[in-house]
């Protein structure tokens, strides 16, 4: 009896010894996105913008492809082993080439953006604020549950002094500089064609759509639109809707340019009493804060579109350097990581998952480990109760 008892109990080992060996294998069976960008494909003619795109695409997808093919089988083979090197310094030199026909394309935006940043700093010397919030102190009486009465004293808000302070010296080189951000401005913006664009699947061979659609199927998920995971890289980015977001403050600017010019002409400094503790007083400061806010909105919008391109650029450098620095090597996580962050910072609006997903996981694999170790056990408990 006590070598069936070891029998069992060995049995039901070995039955989790299997369990933890099929999870431990699925668990390593995980995924990433890994779909060509297939530019060739796109109606109209390739333009800065779209090369630059498709090469941060393509870099991101060689290390998706790498971290899927190191998991094709049962031991894990690391992303600096399975990157293929050449594609990741065709894709650096790639980005490096349209990256820089792309800042020629966005010139006139950058000196745009140089001038707003002068003009910025200039308006910031002709107004200065404070406010001082007015409190009335009054007393509430009021009745306990023991019939005493108990006195408190509260303040209650009276009004808001503002004071604001005018550098009229200033007026001359504020003026000029704002009005040199107008002088900066083209004519006519260049804007970017390619969120109008798409990949047409019908310009494909049918062998290379037919294995396009292998690849979405079995690295996005079986019910994917082949059509719109293959759009994602062309589709997903914001940089068209940036520019438009310039092009709309510099055109304000040049409608309250005039305006703020003749309020701070005969600007004041003073104090306005008000119950508004917002106030913005003086109409040279109500068209200062306007100006302002539109120089901002030309600076913030030109550094976004800068931040970008050199995430871009650093993150191919980093990768195709870690792939071919033999002496250090870095985890797979990093290499995702670092094209992930790049990824998601130029393509914000795909909807393409850089998260591991489980592939091919299969729900009967607890349940056949744990019916094995049963049916193991069970066999030889019969065998006992009948010997």
């Known amino acids: 009896m006590y070598l069936v008892l070891v029998g069992v109990f060995g049995a039901s080992g070995l039955g ?62 690391g992303v600096e082993e399975a990157v293929r090197r050449d594609a ?21 935006y950058e000196h745009v953006y140089r001038a707003a940043e002068r003009a910025r700093a200039a308006t ?50 504020a003026e000029q500089a704002v009005r040199a951000v107008v002088a900066a401005m083209p004519s006519q913006w260049p804007r970017l064609a390619h969120e109008a664009r798409r990949v047409e699947l019908t310009a494909l061979a049918p062998a290379e759509r037919s294995f396009l659609e292998r690849l979405v199927t079995s690295t996005v998920g079986e019910d994917a639109d082949v059509g719109q995971v293959v759009n994602q890289w062309i589709h997903g980015t914001r940089l068209d809707a940036r520019l438009g977001v310039m092009v709309g403050a510099a055109s304000r600017l040049v409608s309250r340019v005039d305006a703020w010019a003749d309020a701070n002409r005969t600007a004041r400094s003073g104090s306005v009493v008000s119950t508004n503790p917002q106030e913005i007083g003086h109409p040279g400061y109500r068209e200062t804060v306007g ?80 019916a094995g170790t049963g049916l193991v056990s069970f066999v030889l408990y019969g065998w006992w109760m009948l010997f």
């Open 291 to 370: 100006i302002t806010q539109d120089l901002e909105v030309l600076a913030e919008q030109y550094e976004a579109i800068d931040t970008v391109v050199r995430t871009a650029l650093e993150a191919a450098h980093t990768l195709e350097r870690w792939a071919t620095d033999r002496a250090l090597v870095e985890r797979d996580e990093q290499y995702l990581e670092q094209a992930a962050r790049a990824y998601q910072l130029v393509f914000p609006d795909s909807t393409l998952s850089l998260v591991p997903r489980v592939k091919d996981a299969n729900p009967w694999v607890p349940v056949a480990a744990g």
């Open 124 to 173: 910031g010397k002709l107004w200065r604020r404070s406010s001082t919030d007015h409190f009335q102190t009054t007393q509430v009486s009021f009745q306990l549950p023991d019939g005493s009465n108990q006195t408190l004293e509260q303040e209650t808000y009276r009004h808001t002094e503002h004071d604001f302070h005018f550098t009229s010296a200033e007026v001359p080189a």
């Open 16 to 77: 989790a010894a299997v369990y933890r060996t099929l999870a431990a294998r699925q668990a390593r069976r995980t995924v990433l996105p890994t779909v060509p960008s297939h530019a060739n494909a796109l109606e109209g003619p390739t333009e800065p913008s779209t090369r630059f795109f498709a090469a941060v695409h393509e870099l991101t997808m060689t290390v998706t492809e790498a971290w899927n093919a190191g998991r094709a089988r049962d031991s894990v083979v």
């Open 88 to 108: 990741l310094q065709r894709c650096r030199q790639e980005l490096e080439l349209a990256a820089a026909d792309l800042r020629v394309q966005l010139d006139p």
